[in-house]
């Protein structure tokens, strides 16, 4: 196997990256300092590349498809095209009045679309689905209900107590629910941050960590 | 009834309940929620001249939702006299702004002067991380291409020690911005959520680190605030009868169903 490819290299480099943006929180070294703060400016420009090759990956993919897969080759057609037409008029001089007016005119216009159908699932879910079944799913659904209500603002008109059981149920309840699972949360990156560095958890290496 | 059916005639009451108040709006009356009028009392409470961060990490797709609360935002911002540096985390958010700053109060203001545009920066938390420190180690140009040196906004600014607070919109990455931003620098975060986010960002609102708008709501809220009715206060007759209807859907389907559960238990099926 090749020498760069080893999964030792890997772990060591993503190892030295924790240890250095730890250290510098703690202890003031200006070489760490400096290190500490290249490593994120690094990080975006990785993050940048990573853009980059999922749009190739977009690409390739669905050329795939256009040559070898019949069923779905009217629609990766039409993603190809879309994808080749926005990528010159986005970098191309003189296409900018093309480029805004097709972004704001059609994207925006399609997006907002499918976004809106999301209205037409909730109110079939909130016909079918939510049902008070037992004991637990009564609860939830009253504490729907009354959130749901606190947050019309027709109803503040009707009767103030709505806001006030609204305002309740989400800085009470929530709250306290949300900080469990916030604080267990945080618990669970601290200790897989941990395996990380001691070299126990190599699953976001890919293959190189099933080595 | 046949579920096909009750599908149908919940699909034609959505569409005539949200449509007519969307080409003849109603006026019905709406109040100003505790958060909101947080957010508007901090601003106020800001000095002309001071700057901020602003990131909108939205897509298109949000417009509806969080357009109107980032047209009255940046609007009260500039009656103020507050210098706005705005950038964003999602690959959309500067073409959101784009979008709406037509809509937004701009007379008096110039690009350059009173705000600046940076464009996308791709990581996220360890973008912000980078921006906190400095900009112009990331960046020399902004989004439209002029160089940060030529932009007079530029001089008095380079990371959050600089700003007065951070603004984000949607929510999504609060987490982030208290991490890089709220809690290293000691300044107040303000987030112009989306309905959906809102719940989850309620314990850094009891926590006194995050102050929140909740959805179209809450731009309709500032609006009234800043007495410049927009799209917002358009969209609250919307909000209330799609919210009755939904109301009145979860009503229907659990009486149906207690209905159906009556009726078994009379057979001996239950």
Same mark, same amino acid.
């Given at each position: 196997m090749s020498w760069i490819k080893r999964t030792e290299i890997t772990l060591t480099i993503g190892s030295f990256a924790i240890v250095v943006m730890l250290l510098s929180n703690f202890v003031d070294i200006p070489v760490l300092d400096f290190i500490s703060k290249i490593l994120p400016e690094w990080s975006v420009i990785i993050a940048s590349f990573a853009l980059g090759v999922g749009a190739i990956s977009t690409f390739v993919q669905n050329t795939d498809k256009i040559i070898n897969k019949p069923a779905e080759r009217p629609y990766s057609l039409v993603l190809i095209i879309s994808l080749v037409f926005m990528f010159i008029v986005a970098n191309v001089k003189g296409f900018e009045p093309i480029y805004k007016w097709t972004v704001n005119n059609v994207y925006q216009a399609l997006t907002g679309t499918v976004s809106s159908l999301l209205a037409f699932f909730i109110l079939t879910a909130a016909i079918r689905a939510l049902r008070g079944r037992n004991l637990n799913a009564s609860a939830m659904l009253v504490s729907t209900v009354l959130v749901i209500l606190g947050n019309t603002p027709l109803m503040a008109g009707v009767w103030s107590g709505f806001e006030t059981i609204k305002s309740w149920i989400m800085q009470v309840m929530n709250t306290a629910s949300k900080r469990g699972i916030m604080i267990s949360a945080a618990v669970g990156v601290l200790v897989m941050g941990f395996r990380v560095l001691i070299w126990l958890e190599r699953g976001f290496y890919g293959r190189l960590g099933e080595e | 009834m046949k579920e096909f059916h009750?599908?149908?005639? @919940?699909?034609?009451?959505?569409?005539?309940?949200?449509?007519?108040?969307?080409?003849?709006?109603?006026?019905?009356p709406i109040s100003v929620s505790k958060e909101t009028l947080d957010v508007y009392n901090y601003v106020e409470s800001l000095n002309a001249g001071d700057i901020i961060y602003m990131t909108t990490d939205t897509g298109f797709s949000q417009i509806p939702e969080v357009g109107p609360p980032i047209v009255a935002f940046i609007t009260h911002c500039f009656r103020n006299d507050i210098r706005i540096v705005?950038?964003?985390l999602s690959t959309e958010g500067g073409l959101v702004l784009n979008f709406l700053m037509p809509s937004v109060e701009t007379s008096g203001k110039t690009y350059g002067v009173d705000w600046v545009e940076l464009g996308y920066f791709s990581g996220e938390e360890t973008a912000l991380a980078s921006l906190a420190i400095s900009i112009k180690d990331m960046v020399s140009v902004d989004f439209y291409g002029n160089n940060l040196e030529d932009l007079p906004l530029m001089e008095d600014v380079d990371g959050a020690k600089d700003i007065s607070l951070f603004v984000g919109v949607a929510g999504a990455l609060t987490g982030g911005y208290i991490r890089q931003i709220g809690d290293p620098f000691d300044l107040m975060i303000i987030v112009l959520a989306r309905a959906a986010n809102a719940p989850a960002l309620y314990p850094y609102v009891n926590a006194g680190q995050v102050k929140i708008t909740v959805g179209v709501r809450g731009g309709a809220e500032y609006e009234m605030l800043i007495n410049r009715p927009?799209?917002?206060? @358009?969209?609250?007759?919307?909000?209330?009868?799609?919210?009755?209807?939904?109301?009145?859907?979860?009503?229907?389907?659990?009486?149906?169903?207690?209905?159906e559960r009556v009726n078994k238990k009379r057979r001996g099926e239950l």
């Open positions: - | 009750v599908r149908i005639v @919940a699909v034609a009451l959505l569409f005539i309940c949200i449509g007519i108040p969307i080409i003849y709006p109603f006026g019905l705005h950038f964003c927009g799209e917002g206060l @358009a969209t609250t007759d919307v909000i209330s009868i799609g919210h009755l209807l939904v109301v009145g859907g979860i009503i229907f389907g659990n009486s149906i169903f207690l209905y």
